[in-house]
């Protein structure tokens, strides 16, 4: 009995679709942001990587109200100060993170209509 390979998600039909980019971007940008500094991003799936997916609703959400990147850093600091318990909070890595995904996820939008 041989095992199965591990699916590359390259060729995923699904990662592929148009309606989907958003949400993959989204936790690409989590990643980036790793306030506690556990994603290796040269090692994809690798330690830390699922480790922000679940604060991506909250933050897909902001996107859609249209939120400013003042309010999402705002949502960032409560995350990693008040839930994560970090005393140390990088206000200018985290505004270039929300400015980010606030500019893909409005190109993005407008061409989804």
Partial sequence: MTMDETPNPDNSA???????????????????WDPIGVVDLQ????????????????????????????????????????YMGLSFFDKAHSRACAEKIIEFWRTWKKNDD
Avoid: C, F
């Avoid at 249209?66 to 995350?79: E, F, L, P, Q, T």
């Fill in 43 to 82: 090692n994809p799936g690798g330690a830390g990587w699922d480790e922000y997916d679940s604060y991506a609703p909250t933050l897909i959400q902001m996107l859609d109200r249209g939120d400013s990147a003042r309010k999402i850093v705002k949502w960032m600091r409560y995350v990693a100060t008040d």
């Fill in 14 to 32: 699904y990662l592929q679709r148009v309606d989907v980019q958003g949400h993959l971007k989204v936790l690409e940008v989590l990643r980036e």
